[in-house]
């Protein structure tokens, strides 16, 4: 059985935010602290609870992490997730419930976090290696390879005040890498860095899951989610949304940003259709990289499959099928003209020979038209299609594009 990392059991975080506070002018601040000189400014009077709102950060949340399980943490923003990062690092700590951990511990959580801008980036690693338990034998050996990774030869005995907030995390992350810690969590600071450098962090974090280690990290680039995670924690408002493979929660999220996708009961439309004169009410994709008629897991050739229903006889007509993103760019389109049909239920089939798509979650639309070109039907397909193969393209999403295409590269002298 596998072993357990990390355990949270009914987790909650209450935060408190003071109104009054908010609506204070600077001067009554001010007036306030010359009148009661040792209360902190920031804090709400313990009996002022008209000036108390109440924010659950995290409600009510469980779940179980696997050692050597890489784990991505999405949702939008205050969903809790650097919350949840921190409870875990042991920064704040839980209203209700607990986290525990088993193994060694390192975090990279807010930039600035445990280093100080009059040390030197050397004065640092030292100081950051005892607060995270390192002996200084041991650092003085990895001193190299942490200023070999982070790429701050030259900075190294720079007061840290003097780099910029790439270099900071550049350190950072090179030296919770490099404790060897069982568990790492990363909140979303990797962003500040340059892409090389992203990406060198993805593949070390990739490294520890192999060595049997934990990675926990947040993150807004999907794609980097769906290449180095199995499993993805989905938080919304707080609350675990959806947590399970990474392909289904990554998908699952992305298509709640549409609008688009509402749910709509597909042998509703058949029964309803049963009287018009033609319906579309089910569609299928087939193939030997399809899973359960909508997710592709693979890049091969698929067979996209409509049910039409008829009603009565309809001569010389025209069908189109259109593929959109989830935000309503389309992708590809394809029309067939001069079809016949009789009252009955067909099937049309369009097969391509691959959809090579970035990772995400698309849409269908297919349409009828009559011989005058009016619209006999017009169906927005449930459910959308989600493509779930591994991503290929650039490992930044921004740069990604819209196709995932295998790709091998070759340098030559000439
Ligand atoms: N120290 C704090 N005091 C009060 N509210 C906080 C504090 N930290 C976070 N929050 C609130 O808790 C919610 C979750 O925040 P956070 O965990 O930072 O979300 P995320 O990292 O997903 O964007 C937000 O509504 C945020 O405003
Ligand atoms: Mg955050």
């Not at 409600?59 to 921190?86: H, P, Q, W, Y």
């Not at 940003?257 to 259709?273: C, H, M, V, W």
């Not at 349409?367 to 989600?386: I, K, R, T």
């Amino acid at each position: 059985m596998a072993e357990i990392a990390i355990r949270v059991e009914n987790l909650s975080k209450l935060y408190y935010l003071n109104y009054g506070l908010a609506r204070n002018m600077l001067r009554e601040v001010i007036v306030d602290v010359l009148k009661k000189p040792l209360k902190k400014v920031f804090q709400a009077d313990k009996n002022d609870f008209r000036n108390k709102k109440e924010l659950w950060a995290l409600k009510d949340i469980s779940f179980k992490i696997n050692k050597g399980e890489v784990v991505g943490v999405i949702g939008r923003n205050g969903a809790g997730k650097s919350t949840l990062l921190k409870i875990l690092a042991r920064i704040t700590p839980p209203t209700k419930g607990y986290a525990r951990l088993y193994g060694r511990l390192s975090s990279i959580l807010e930039i600035g976090t445990g280093f100080h801008g009059e040390l030197t980036g050397r004065e640092n690693v030292f100081f950051n290696g005892a607060l995270l338990g390192m002996k200084r034998r041991e650092l003085i050996k990895k001193l190299d390879e942490i200023v070999a990774f982070a790429e701050l030869e030259k900075f190294i005995d720079t007061p840290l005040k003097h780099y910029s907030s790439g270099m900071a995390v550049r350190l950072a992350f090179s030296v919770a890498a490099h404790l060897e810690p069982e568990i790492l969590l990363v909140d979303e600071v990797l962003s500040v860095g340059d892409s090389v450098f992203q990406q060198k962090c993805l593949g070390k974090m990739g490294d520890f899951a192999k060595g049997g280690r934990t990675v926990l990290f947040v993150t807004h680039q999907l794609n980097q989610v769906r290449r180095l995670c199995e499993k993805c924690i989905w938080l919304a408002n707080g609350m675990i949304q959806r947590v399970g493979s990474v392909s289904e929660v990554v998908s699952a999220y992305e298509a709640s940003f549409s609008s688009f996708f509402t749910e709509e009961d597909p042998t509703g439309r058949a029964l309803a259709g049963a009287s018009s004169a033609a319906v579309f009410f089910k569609w299928e994709a087939i193939g030997s990289g399809v899973e359960n008629y909508n997710t592709l897991t693979e890049i091969s050739p698929l067979t996209l499959r409509f049910w039409l229903k008829v009603g009565q006889p309809l001569k010389h007509c025209s069908t189109s099928v259109l593929l959109f993103t989830s935000d309503n760019q389309l992708v590809w389109g394809n029309a067939i003209s001069k079809v016949s049909f009789e009252p009955g239920v067909y099937t049309l089939e369009y097969s391509l020979s691959s959809l090579p798509l970035r990772p995400s979650t698309y849409y269908l639309q297919v349409v009828l038209f009559d011989e005058n070109g009016s619209v006999v039907d017009n169906w927005q397909c449930y459910p959308h299609l989600v493509v779930a193969t591994k991503p290929m393209g650039h490992f930044r999403d921004e740069y990604a594009g819209i196709l995932n295409i295998p790709c091998s590269f070759l340098i030559k002298t000439k």
